[in-house]
């Protein structure tokens, strides 16, 4: 099996910095790319940031300029810095990765979620 654990999540005043993490762990063979979605309440879940192994990134614009994405890729480790949070920016965050992993007889390959990180951000 495959786990993803997120951390760092937390409550922030305006123009404050966060920094998520996500660590894969358990069957692993490979990741493909990891990213991160975040839901508010009441809205449907959306991509925040999103890179691939080989360090491609992309952004949700409403987070460019202040969220950066990276990854440690020997770790199975992907990192979310967020500077100059919004109250807009509060939601559940959710890491996510397409991860080639260890099935029975025979590797198989899947979208895996992490439990979800609450970041608020309010004075």
């Known amino acids: 099996q495959v786990q993803l654990v997120e951390s760092g999540g937390g409550l922030v005043p305006p123009g404050g910095s966060l920094r998520l993490s996500c660590v894969a762990s358990?069957?692993?063979?490979?990741?493909?790319?990891m990213g991160w979605f975040r839901q508010a309440p009441g809205k449907q879940r959306e991509l925040v940031a999103h890179?691939?192994?080989?360090?491609?990134?992309k952004y949700a614009d409403s987070v460019k300029g202040r969220f950066t994405i990276s990854s440690d890729n020997a770790k199975n480790t992907v990192y979310l810095q967020m500077n100059s949070l919004k109250p807009e920016d509060t939601a559940v965050y959710y890491c996510?990765?397409?991860?080639?992993?260890?099935?029975?007889?025979?590797?198989?390959?899947?979208?895996?979620w992490g439990q979800g990180t609450q970041v608020t951000v309010s004075s």
């Open positions: 890179i691939t192994s080989a360090g491609s990134t």
């Open positions: 358990g069957s692993v063979i490979s990741i493909d790319a």
């Open positions: 996510n990765a397409g991860i080639e992993h260890r099935a029975g007889m025979w590797p198989d390959h899947d979208d895996f």
